[in-house]
């Protein structure tokens, strides 16, 4: 057996005070930060399952869009929504799920899945909804609440389409002040726009863009305000 000097015996001795003060601590450290690697590489591998799954249900929703299968759309969103709603494939689901229901004659169906999106969606996916769920909310007559879904902020890409869509409200209802002073606002976005060269990225950008402008001056023209 090893003989330790003086020195060295004094420092083991230490040592074994240390631990006996605080080895519990170490201990719990140590083990807490195992877990914690352990519990994220769990919330990991279970974040890319439920991904894959949600993937697979998305794939079955839209073959039933191009089969333009309402059924099966309605139950693979259903699905979509209700077990993977913290998914990608959730709000993107819920967006072709509302066109083909509205297709299909079911607005009430339709006006769910985009409240959903509205709810839980992010950025321009939810921007998005509001202004298809807005389109809705006119049909109904329902004008209040479709000018709530077009106020408060919305991203650069849709800006241009609320103040559209606030002229469409109004003219709904027969403001035609209102109504033109949202269809100049959106023209003056527009060109503001093409000043500071937004919206013109591509070909197809630039004639979505140029087409919008026409609508919005037919509407101008249809309520006897030409700009």
Known sequence: MATYDLEEQEQIAEVKAWW??????VTGVVTAAAIGVL???GWTYYQGSQAGKASAVYGVLQRAVVDKDSQRVKTASGEL???FGGTAY????ALSAAKVMFDAGDA???KLQLLWVVDNGKDGLRDLARLRLAALLVD???YDEALKQLDGDVGPAFAVRFLGSRGDVFSAQGKKAEAKGA???ALAKLDDGDKTGQGKNTLQATQVNAA?????RLKLDALGESS
Not at 20 to 25: D, F, I, P, R, V
Not at 212 to 216: A, F, N, S, V
Request: proline letters at 3%; charged letters at 25%.
């Open 20 to 25: 006996k003060q605080y080895g519990n601590l």
């Open 39 to 41: 519990g994220w590489q």
């Open 81 to 83: 929504l209700e077990k």
């Open 90 to 93: 959730a709000p993107l689901g």
């Open 108 to 110: 009430k169906t339709a």
């Open 140 to 142: 109904d007559k329902a």
């Open 183 to 185: 269809y100049l606002a």
């Open 212 to 216: 919008y402008r026409e609508i919005l």
